[in-house]
């Protein structure tokens, strides 16, 4: 352990991040580009049975387009246009669900790095993959699109010989650590400091990639 893990070593419990001192200093912190992640790292081993989930809706998977990540991006407005910029220019693939034509939802894979809010954490294991920011449109919700994306994801990046995907969860989104318990994940603690011209700060014991193919 470094000075630098030594000195955050006191805080590497999960913080209470409704608390009034939470807010406020998590609010003081992003005007100077401070940001502490406190999530959870899920993984699949790719190399034993993966769940298949048949949404009622009659849908077409694949990986997206130029323009249709352009479109994905327009739809959800805000900074998303720049978001998915960032995700291709690391190097990832945008894949969609679609009903009828119509954008139903949307997921993120890549084979080179895991990210963060545009945040690069740590470089993707040889063998390995990270899945991120999964989205289903509101008008699309309740008839397991989510779960045939990520069913899809997994079975075609098995068949491009990865053997394990992570994603990173918010420990406080229930709904999503609850569908990725579908697909027996292995869940590890993940947190982490971004300051503005350092490498990202592991505070406390590290994720390890790749930890789902050693409980084999």
């Known amino acids: 352990m470094d000075k630098t893990q030594k000195l955050w070593q006191p805080f590497s ?3 209470n991040r409704n608390s009034l001192l939470y807010k406020t200093a998590a609010r ?3 005007r100077v580009g401070i940001r502490y992640f406190d999530t959870l790292y899920g993984e699949k081993d790719l190399s034993g049975e993966i769940p298949v989930f048949q949404s009622s809706l009659d849908l077409e998977i694949r990986k997206a387009g130029e323009e ?3 479109t994905l991006a ?3 407005g805000g900074d998303m246009e720049y978001r998915f910029r960032f995700a291709v220019d690391c190097g990832g693939d945008c894949y969609i669900a679609l009903s009828n034509g119509e954008p139903a939802g949307y997921t993120w894979v890549n084979k080179d ?3 963060m ?3 690069k954490i740590i470089d993707v294991p040889p063998g390995g993959s990270f899945h991120f ?3 289903v ?3 699309f919700r309740g008839h397991k699109i989510f779960q045939s994306m990520i069913s899809h994801v997994y079975h075609d990046l098995k068949n491009q010989g990865c053997v394990f995907t992570g994603n990173f969860v918010d420990r406080e989104n229930t709904a999503s650590i609850r569908a990725r318990n579908h697909f027996d994940v292995l869940f590890q603690p993940v947190r982490v400091l971004r300051i503005p011209g350092l490498p990202v700060i592991s505070v406390g014991k590290r994720f390890v990639p790749g930890a789902s193919l050693e409980i084999l």
Request: hydrophobic share 55%.
């Open 13 to 15: 419990m999960p913080l």
């Open 28 to 30: 003081t912190a992003a």
């Open 68 to 70: 249709e990540i352009l």
């Open 74 to 76: 327009r739809i959800q």
């Open 113 to 115: 790095v895991m990210t």
């Open 117 to 119: 809010d545009m945040t």
């Open 133 to 135: 920011n999964s989205f």
């Open 137 to 139: 449109f509101a008008r």
